[in-house]
């Protein structure tokens, strides 16, 4: 128990951690502190190139693993699956009209992938090794989500669209191409390919993904700052809430699955995060009437600062106490 | 200086819509326009800053077109059949171009 307490502190502590709280406190303090867009976008660019690649890498080492279908179909089914949940919850603690709910419920169901990658930052801190083909999770439970909401609002009256053009946009989205792309070069490469860019994309990670989290501690904060009237009690609760239950209903299909520590981690934190960049874009063509406001700052203000600084390490002690890591 | 009277049409939009209005205005015969990035603003959707957004959900575009004065009521209609339910703006202004036969 005392070695679980000492790894939360460690990475509540962790520079990643500090760096997003630095963020979130400056823009709530209003400092004038930014950073201009291509930089957020580049460093953006480099960390999914980055989590990509060596996912790919481990994967050409270790070769490709009979679990890997299974977590596929797993972390699709858990994307469908978590939206009926989120707003099944969202339409009974709170005051959120059907079509609002049906919105933030598909977030919920999608996932975070900045969460993801300081979630892999955190293991590799720990020196915890998990599945490299949880890339190709994450970039699997990136849409079934949406077609959950979408049902949801049209149950609830709402007319929610999907037609061929965003199915493109949500399947070839940069983040998506850029993920599968470097993690497909990093399974043909292999080792030889990490030796020669290893200087790149190795070192200077942790660096980039600190100066990343406290722009997104930034944008977070201003996000909060805008949206203080609308966060209630009971939004709180469910921004705090859904994310325990989503990893609570990732975490025995991770262990029938028979992942690693690192990977049943990993799994859970895919299902406890929520999408604040592809969904939100989906959500606004297809279901307009809902509020914007109300998703991204759910998703973004108040689950994503969660999940980085308690969701993170309680995630990764239940995984340790249910795998026996 | 010769000037020819024209309609200058400005549509602020949010930026997933960005593709689908350009290609309706195509498709109703607008022969050009110009999009041009939003910085911010503030409407009934409350407060917004392009500033530091990560996702392109929240972004807005203000797309421009300078059209004959018998070529507004198409565009504007194929204008609405794609903004009818979205956040934005639509003002329609008169104008004087120098090279009437461009638009």
Redesign the interface.
Known sequence: MQDLMASGMASLLSPMVLSFALGLVAALARSSL??P?AV?KGM?LYLLFAIGFKGGVSVSTHGLEGTLIGSIIGGVLLSFIIPFVAYGLLRSITRLSALDAAAVAGHYGSISIVTFVTAISVLVSAGITSEGYMVAVAAAMEAPAILSALWLAARSGGAGQMDG?LWR?VLLNGSIVLLLGAFAIGTVTGEKGMADIESFIVSPFKGVLCLFLL??G??AG?GLR??RGLITAPLLLFAIAMPLIGAALALPIAMMLGLSVGGVTLFMVLAASAS??AV??????AL??A???IY?TLA?GLTFPFNLTLGIPLYLAAAQFAAGG | MQTHRAKRVEIIIELPMERRLTDALTAAGVTGFTVLPVLGGSGRSGRWSREGQVSAAVGMVAVICIVRPDKVDGLLEAAFRVLEKHIGVVSVSDCDVLRAERF
């Open positions: 930014s950073f867009d957020a953006s053009e946009e722009d997104m930034l944008v201003r805008q949206a604040y960049i939100p874009a989906a959500m606004r063509v307009p009437e509020n914007p406001t991204l973004l």
